[in-house]
């Protein structure tokens, strides 16, 4: 049985709709992919980033632009970060959590290159991917992390994993719905003490150490994910094989749906160029499938 909206719960849901109108004023007028990206969803978000301050989602808003017209995360095709993704250090699992979220499942024991370049923008494809294919009535993915055969001669460097840290919370705010950090050893206690210093309070939040031996942190995983569908490597039952052939398959085969929602389409050379959208149009915009 449905209830009723209280009074109080009805005012609170009319201001946020006025701020949401007041940062859309302050944005202006858009045309192209950026109206395409500023839904009023992606606006929300970015003030529920923000604590709901039109002022400081405004910014927010407007360095990740910035970000997005120099790194253009819409172009990148699997074909060019493949080569990262060879030993299955990050990539989209096959299964979804509890309320239909996409998963990524990030593996740093299993780290093959140097180039932090490289590394970024292997990352934010499949970030843009975990998006991309979200379910309509989800805003949000999950992360799971298997410290499986880390080291520190394997960690990622603290610039690294600055920098993965600085793209998801301030380029992808809200996005991220929880990581669990699967049985850490000891040693990444160190590690941690130095990057936990960058984390903003809400992305903090929905940080979460699961131990095998606690039945606590078991639980709260258990809650979010199926033990059926959950790897064995993450106290599941299901085993862990990651396929690069067959999930360079589905990544080509997603580049079409990007291609297609930005008014991309590739040529036979390879190339991406615009389809229906003039050359001003083609801002580089964060992928927005759920408005």
């Known amino acids: 049985m449905f209830r009723r909206k209280t009074e109080q719960e009805q005012n609170e849901a009319a201001l946020r709709e006025s701020k949401i109108k007041e940062l ?11 109206s395409l990206y500023c839904s009023d969803a992606c606006l929300k978000r970015y003030l529920e980033a923000r604590n709901w301050n039109v002022g400081k989602a405004k910014k927010m808003l407007e360095e990740t ?25 990050v990539y989209k699992a ?24 490289d590394q970024m923008k292997h990352l934010v494809y499949l970030i843009e991917n975990a ?4 379910p309509e009535d989800q805003e949000q993915m999950s992360w799971l992390i298997d410290f499986t055969e880390w080291t520190l001669s394997t960690s990622v460097p603290i610039k690294s994993a600055r920098e993965t840290i600085n ?4 380029h992808y705010p809200e996005r991220l719905a929880v990581a669990f950090l699967y049985n850490p050893p000891r ?6 003490k130095i990057v936990k210093y960058f984390i903003d309070a809400k992305t903090f939040q929905k940080v979460k150490f699961v131990y095998p031996k606690n039945p606590e942190s078991v639980e709260l995983m ?7 569908n959950l790897p064995t490597e993450f106290g599941g039952k299901a085993l862990l094989q990651y396929n690069h052939e067959e999930f360079s398959k589905q990544m080509n085969q997603d580049d079409v749906k990007t291609a297609n929602f ?7 050379n390879n190339q991406l160029h615009a389809n229906g959208f003039s050359g001003a149009e083609i801002a580089s915009e964060p992928i927005q499938t759920n408005p």
């Open 167 to 170: 793209i998801l919370q301030n």
């Open 65 to 89: 632009l910035k970000w997005r017209s120099t790194f253009k995360p819409e172009q990148i095709r699997w074909d060019e970060v493949s080569g990262e993704g060879e030993t299955g250090k």
């Open 94 to 117: 096959g299964f979804h959590d509890r309320h239909g979220r996409t998963v990524l499942i990030l593996r740093p024991g299993l780290q093959n290159t140097k180039s932090l370049e």
């Open 131 to 134: 998006i991309l294919n979200l």
């Open 24 to 34: 859309k004023t302050l944005i202006g007028q858009l045309s192209g992919k950026s």
């Open 262 to 268: 930005w008014g991309l389409v590739h040529s036979n």
């Open 222 to 228: 258990s809650s979010f994910f199926d033990e059926e």
């Open 187 to 192: 040693l990444f206690e160190a590690f941690w």
